[in-house]
């Protein structure tokens, strides 16, 4: 059966990725040497493809790790000796918390529950070395506006800033030059298959990196960010990366710029404000986030009358994704990515 993917990730693949698996294969990329010219090529499609996707400045680096989860550690072990600061309200920025704590790092918190929006003012140590913000907390659906971030960016310039972004790039149009460490993984609204991770990161973030490193902190070996940024400067990657999500990555990031970055933007609020008119004004599903800080890629679902939809939908063809962290037997979630069209979102809410 022919299913489409709601869920948040894997999700749905975007239509061309099957045929550029296809084209892989023909052109050779799953056999050819990592340290050879053509893959130098795929490297840097996919690198100059997203800095002009997303705008990022020319002396920010893009390195290429295998998850988003990588992604995380790979921040906190580069950038904190001791002190990070995390703001969360959902599993995957409660994840990045405890990672630090794993680490021996120091972490403070600003804690919110399950879903909820975070205070105005947040008192945080001006010893503090990295903030981190979970933008988009799929746990729930919740979204953290640009702007709030940019306010605790300014307020503690000491500190380095870091944004996970996994479930919100490329639509959430970020001012890279504010922030040191902003990353993702490919599965989610790229329509990618899984495995692997993208970290931009400013020179300032190298910089520390590199003063952790010379008071013998560990910061990691073959993934550590003076390292990965070695090889991206040479188009490459310590290790044999995963080619083939490089090479998907660059063809895809190639239909986004095709597209337009402001379309994709433009249709993404579309589709999201199809979803929550749609379920503001049913009975038996409301929306979990208030209307403030909604997210427009993660729509979170309450279901009073339980979880029967997902079969009954599953049926028709159509696969949701179930609730995730500490409401999850009470909740569904439906996202909306690039590689689900408006005609796809109101087939599937025709038959809700
Ligand atoms: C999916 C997700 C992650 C984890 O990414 P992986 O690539 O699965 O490791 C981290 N943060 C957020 C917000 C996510 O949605």
Excluded at 48 to 75: C, H, K, Q
Excluded at 99 to 104: N, P, S
Excluded at 295 to 313: A, Y
Aim: hydrophobic share 40%; net charge positive; with cysteine.
């Amino acid at each position: 059966m022919k299913y489409t993917f709601f869920t948040p990730g894997p999700s749905q693949l975007f239509k061309t990725v099957p045929y550029y698996i296809k084209t892989a294969v023909t052109e050779n990329i799953l056999s050819i040497s990592h340290r050879s010219d053509t893959f130098k090529e795929i490297f840097k499609t996919a690198t100059n493809n997203l800095r002009m996707l997303l705008s990022i400045p020319d002396d920010y680096y893009v390195v290429f790790v295998s998850s988003g989860t990588e992604a995380m550690e790979r921040v906190i072990e580069n950038t904190v000796e001791k002190r990070c600061f995390h703001f969360f309200n959902g599993s995957f920025g409660q994840r990045w918390y405890e990672i630090a704590v794993e680490l021996g790092k120091a972490p403070k918190k600003c804690e919110m529950k399950f879903g909820e929006e975070f205070p105005l003012h947040v008192s945080i140590p001006k010893t503090n070395e990295l903030i981190c913000f979970t933008q988009n907390e799929t746990s729930n659906g919740s979204a953290v506006d640009l702007e709030y971030i940019y306010n605790i960016a300014k307020d503690n310039s000491q500190a380095l800033i870091a944004v996970d972004i996994v479930s919100s790039a490329p639509y959430v149009d970020i001012d890279y030059t504010k922030l040191d460490c902003v990353f993702f993984s490919v599965q989610k609204l790229f329509g990618l298959p899984a495995g692997l991770g993208v970290i931009i990161l400013s020179p300032k973030a190298l910089e520390k990196a590199k003063l952790l490193q010379r008071k013998k902190i560990n910061i990691g070996t073959y993934h550590s960010f003076p390292v990965l940024v070695e090889y991206a400067l040479k188009n490459q990657t310590p290790e044999t990366p995963n080619v083939m999500g490089i090479y998907l990555l660059g063809k895809i990031l190639g239909d986004f710029l095709k597209i337009g970055i402001t379309k994709i933007r433009q249709e993404t609020k579309e589709k999201a404000s199809l979803l929550y008119r749609f379920f503001d004004n049913t009975q038996e599903y409301t929306p979990f986030i208030s209307k403030a800080n909604r997210s427009q890629t993660v729509v979170t679902l309450n279901v009073g009358t339980g979880k029967k939809i997902l079969t009954k939908l599953k049926a028709k063809g159509f696969i949701l994704g179930n609730g995730y962290g500490p409401l999850k037997e009470h909740q569904i979630r439906i996202t909306n990515f690039p590689s689900t069209s408006k005609e796809d979102i109101e087939k599937l809410l025709a038959n809700f």
